[in-house]
Structure formats: C-alpha cells, structure tokens
C-alpha cells in the first residue's frame, strides 16, 4: 500500500475512532427523556431589596425630578457616606428622600434674600445650629454624616415611616413633606448602592 492511501486510511479510521468517542456519549443518551426546564422569577443580587428600602410602603403621592449629573454625584456621595458610617440601604433611602426635600439634592451655598436663615448644603443644615462651619456642611460627606448622626440618635429609625425619621432630626416646619420623595430615593438607592 502506498503511503498516500495508508495516510487517508488511518486518517479516516481516526476521524471514525474521534467522532465515536465524542457521539458515543452524546448518541447513548439520546434517549433519556429530560427535565423541563420551569421559568425561575430572575433576582438581581447586585441590587438592594426594595421591601428593605421602602418596608412600610411609600406614603401618599409621590414626587420625582429629572437628576442633573452634579445631582446624580449628590446622590452616590450620599450612599457613599452611608456605608462609611457602617449604615444599611434604608439609612441612605431616608438621607436622599431628606436631602429632594431640603435642596433637590443641590448643595446650596448661602442663597441671600431666598435664604432659610443660614442653610446651607444638601440638607438646608445650619452653622447657629450646631451643624458645622459653612465649609464642612456645603461638603456633601461631612453634611450626610452629621445627618446620619442625628438619625442614628433616633431610637427605632429602622422601624419608623421615613418622614417621621427625617423629621425628628430635621425637624422642619414641613414635617410631612420628606414622604414624597420615598419612591424616587428608594430607586436611586437601589440604581448606585453597588455601582
């Protein structure tokens, strides 16, 4: 046999032996009935858990604003806080809904004749009450971590309606109205707490 045919003949024997080996396995269950594969609800692990973020439901009607990209940095400085001060997503939910209230998430400086007394910041804190010196409340961790001071001084926070926890360390002239932005706080929350 010349050695082009015996090259071809135990080339194909290989590709027979090969294709076996491979089809074998395959071909010898091709007769076991499967499984039915049955939809499973699809869970976002990177994600908070919106009944964590919003336990008692939102309250009332909600409000909500297109965030501008100096709001959206607002927001992560505020989440960023949150979990420096060694707190849960909820705390970050109640500290952004404060802060749509307070400013719409805009870090005020001293606004003149438009100025609540001398607030300043993302959450409308004031120097003569305590709150820091102008420099440290119009900076955004300083001014969220002194909020989430007070809130952590709030016996039960975790467990109350968030304009109740808001208020009792805010405690504003508009009591009810930190409620209204719940949803929009939750989903920012839930959007940048792992991003």
């Known amino acids: ?73 607002n927001a992560k400085a505020i989440i960023a806080a949150t979990k420096k001060a060694g707190l849960p997503e909820r705390a970050a939910v109640i500290s952004i809904a404060t802060s749509l209230q307070e400013s719409k ?6 606004l003149g004749d438009r100025n609540d007394h001398d607030s300043l910041g993302l959450f409308q804190q004031r120097p003569s009450s305590g709150w820091g010196t102008p420099e440290q409340i119009t900076d955004p961790e300083y001014s969220t971590l002194a909020f ?35 949803q929009q706080a939750a989903d920012i929350v839930a959007q940048h707490w792992n991003s």
């Open 1 to 73: 046999m010349n050695t082009m045919l015996r090259k071809s003949v135990l080339g194909i024997a290989g590709l027979a032996f090969t294709g076996g080996v491979f089809a074998g396995p395959i071909a010898a269950h091709a007769d076991t009935p499967t499984m039915q594969a049955k939809p499973v609800a699809a869970v976002q692990a990177d994600k908070p858990d919106m009944g964590k973020l919003i336990p008692h439901g939102v309250q009332g009607a909600q409000s909500r604003i297109d965030l501008s990209d100096e709001q959206t940095a």
């Open 105 to 110: 998430l805009e870090n005020l400086g001293h």
């Open 148 to 182: 989430l001071k007070g809130l952590k001084q709030v016996d039960g926070w975790q467990d109350m309606p968030l304009t109740e926890a808001a208020q009792t360390v805010q405690v504003s002239a508009y009591p009810d109205a930190y409620a209204q932005w719940e």
